[in-house]
């Protein structure tokens, strides 16, 4: 009597993670569970929205801090061009109140880069199984609802239905241009040119800014930004991280795009 392996229902996963080492290890430590699939990776915000759009993964991890645009806003971004794949945030640092924000951009769970292997895959397991995953804890609708409930009103002392979307107040992406000009040191003027807008509108956008990150000058601002994660000091052009698909099913290489 002939013996057949049982089928392994497998989670298909893409990474978006600009630091190569650090992107194909984990694509590699994944590639090593049965149930886990890697089917891409991307090193940029822009890349990586482009390729979760083509392959639909089941989970798609996020590096918080990318050098275009930050883990919150591709998140964002994600659950409109692939409303089913759920999103795990990866971060080099780790606050609760950013916990608060990756939930409202629509990520399942918000890890540290230091979380363990076995970790990582029983998070992506819980993900895929339709859990969200707080502070290592499996949660459902109604009990990540009553944390998040809770760790606003722990944060600002009251709770209702609109606080969560006060809370997370991310910039446009017109204002993180001219935040990282700040962060470069150009004037008004020198931002008018760059950016092929007027000096006022210049000013408009940082006033805006500044009402929404709560802080009375640009050095303020750009601290602020750097700490949640909504910039970077990256000189990295936007447009050419690398996109790689994989596809085992029908055995082509993995590729490279622009």
């Known amino acids: 009597m002939n013996q057949t392996n049982p089928i392994v229902e497998q989670i298909t996963v893409a990474v978006i993670e600009d630091h190569p080492i650090f992107r194909e ?3 590699k430590t994944l590639s090593l569970e049965p149930d886990i699939r890697i089917v891409g990776y991307a090193g940029n915000g ?3 929205v482009k390729l979760v759009s083509r392959v639909q993964p ?3 991890i996020v590096d918080m801090n990318l050098p275009d645009i930050n883990g919150l806003r591709v998140t964002q971004a994600l659950k409109v061009v692939a409303p089913n794949t759920d999103v795990i945030i990866l971060t080099g640092y780790h606050e609760e109140e950013h916990v608060l ?3 409202q951009a629509g990520a399942k769970t918000y890890c540290s880069k230091d979380i363990s292997a076995d970790a990582l895959t029983g998070t ?3 993900v895929a199984g339709g859990c969200y995953v707080i502070n290592g804890q499996a949660m459902n609708e109604q009990m990540k609802q009553e944390w998040v409930e809770a760790r606003i009103e722990a944060l600002i002392g009251t709770y ?3 606080m969560t979307a006060r809370c997370f107040t991310p910039l446009s992406p017109r204002e993180t241009e001219v935040l990282y000009a700040v962060i470069h040191g150009m ?3 020198e931002m008018s040119l760059a950016l092929g807008i007027s000096r006022q509108t210049v000013k408009n956008h940082m006033t805006s800014i500044l009402h929404k990150m709560n802080v009375r000058d640009r050095t303020q601002a750009a601290v602020t930004a750097i700490r949640h994660g909504w910039v970077r000091l990256h000189d990295d052009n936007p447009t050419t991280g690398d996109e790689r698909v994989t596809d085992e099913a029908t055995q082509t290489d993995m590729r490279e795009e622009d």
Do not use: E
């Open 25 to 27: 290890g984990l694509a």
């Open 187 to 189: 004037s008004n003027k």
């Open 124 to 126: 992506i397991r819980a």
């Open 101 to 103: 924000y990756a939930l």
């Open 160 to 162: 209702d239905d609109d």
């Open 58 to 60: 089941d989970v798609a």
């Open 46 to 48: 822009h890349s990586g």
